[in-house]
């Protein structure tokens, strides 16, 4: 009965419109992309998927994606026409991200990452009055989502479908002693407000969808496994801009549109001096978009340095609003990567060499093994990916045909045991 359920749900009237907006909203058309937008949905879709662990490095969009699978768990289980309507009514702010004011009735989130811990218990599960100095009453984010799922503005069946919506951001930051109280809560079991524990008429409980993300490996350590393994129903990893260089005009290309219409939209709420507005406004249509050179600049940066989508908004912001050098803007993301870049190599080498078995062969063998395979992962990318041997060429200053007969020459040199190939 259930593999025919799921069935169904992959076949739900509202699935080609979830396409279609996710498309919009993460936009890209490599394999990462694709997948990514497929997870998603199915996730979504799947009226048995109550929980979803999001992972991938700082600055992805993990925050972004969270509000989209909350969105589409609102909305996959209505007809056509509802799902139309209520997507088509997303007010969004500076590239697609779904304003969180328009969710506050069955969505809640909370970042993990620095909680003051005497009072993080209450800011998750609520409080009563006098539970301690300050107490008021309170409800945590459980209750909040279960008592807000049903409004005036929420569909009642999109609403009761959900149970209401939890993110808990960087969720592996949480504290041994609060992982422990969170468990019960996972498992559909009962809890309380600080301060009413064990009263039955205050006991609630949470059937709702958890969605919880983190950038750092929670499956080696970093939470008790219990917990993990509740969290962790499904698991969506959301790719930094560096693993998907394919996407990159697509993701700058929102990035440019969603940072001039958060500019438009500011500026034309100033009231104090309206003239000055006008003026602002004539300035900014005026302001020519990135030019192609300053696109193929920005793609020769490693973004995973400089925070992913987060650091790449950064640049373009100040490359469209600011009269600095754009060359100089460029030089301090580029300087990052740098950095980055130079502890990533000793930090890999070194990792190689400690994973290599034992073989009797001197160290500076093992490092001519580790750079051949290094020449061959290289290769591999540049022959597969058109784009990428584009983006390489421009860095290097070179022809792109002479770079492609130098990635031929560098599984020559490879095949005869790692001669130079210029």
């Known amino acids: 009965m259930a593999d025919s359920n799921e069935a169904f749900f992959a076949e739900l009237p509202s699935r080609g419109l979830m396409e279609k907006f996710l498309v919009k909203a993460l936009p890209g058309a ?22 979803v662990l999001l992972t991938g490095p700082v600055g992805a969009g993990k925050s972004t994606l969270a509000r989209l699978i909350g969105l589409l768990k609102r909305v996959a289980h209505l007809n056509s ?3 139309q309507k209520i997507l088509s009514e997303v007010p969004t702010n500076r590239a697609n991200q779904i304003d969180i004011r328009y969710m506050t009735s069955w969505y809640v989130e909370m970042a993990l990452t620095g909680l003051v811990e005497t009072l993080a218990e209450a800011q998750l599960f609520g409080s009563v009055s006098g539970a301690f100095t300050g107490a008021n009453e309170r409800p945590g984010i459980f209750e909040q989502a279960l008592t807000g799922r049903i409004s005036k503005k929420d569909p009642s069946l999109a609403a009761q479908v959900t149970g209401g919506i939890v993110f808990l951001d960087e969720v592996g930051d949480l504290s041994e002693g609060l992982q422990a109280k969170l468990l019960p ?3 559909g079991g009962a809890f309380y407000r600080v301060g009413a524990e064990g009263r039955s008429e205050a006991e609630l409980q949470f059937n709702g969808v958890l969605i919880s993300a983190s950038w750092k490996r929670l499956d080696e350590g970093g939470l008790r496994p219990d917990l993990y393994s509740r969290l962790a129903g499904s698991i969506i990893h959301v790719p930094g801009i560096d693993d998907r260089p394919e996407d990159f005009n697509a993701l700058l290309t929102e990035i440019e549109n969603g940072v001039l219409a958060s500019l438009r939209n500011n500026i034309s709420r100033i009231e104090i001096d309206p003239s000055a507005a006008r003026s602002w406004l004539s300035k900014l249509r005026e ?54 870049e130079a502890e990533q190599s000793e930090h890999g080498l070194l990792e190689h060499l400690l994973q290599r078995g034992p073989s009797g062969d001197g160290l500076a063998a093992h490092v001519r093994s580790v750079e051949l395979e290094a020449r061959r992962k290289l290769r591999d990318q540049l022959t597969s990916s058109q784009r990428l041997r584009s983006q390489v060429a421009g860095a290097l200053g070179l022809d792109t045909r002479k770079l492609q007969w130098q990635v031929r020459q560098l599984d020559r040199a490879r095949r005869a045991g790692g001669q130079s190939d210029d």
Do not use: C, Y
Not at 30 to 51: G, H, V, Y
Not at 315 to 332: C, G
């Open 287 to 340: 302001r020519e978009p990135l030019d192609e050179k300053l696109r193929q600049r920005l793609a020769t940066i490693k973004w995973g340095a400089n925070g992913n989508l987060r650091g790449l908004t950064s640049a373009v912001e100040q490359l469209l609003t600011s009269d600095a050098d754009p060359e100089q803007i460029l030089k301090r993301f580029s300087e990052s990567s740098n950095v980055h």
């Open 30 to 51: 490599s394999q990462s992309a694709i997948r990514l937008r497929t997870d998603i949905i199915n996730f979504a879709a799947s009226p048995s998927s109550k929980s």
């Open 185 to 187: 809560v996972l498992s």
């Open 81 to 83: 026409d509802e799902v």
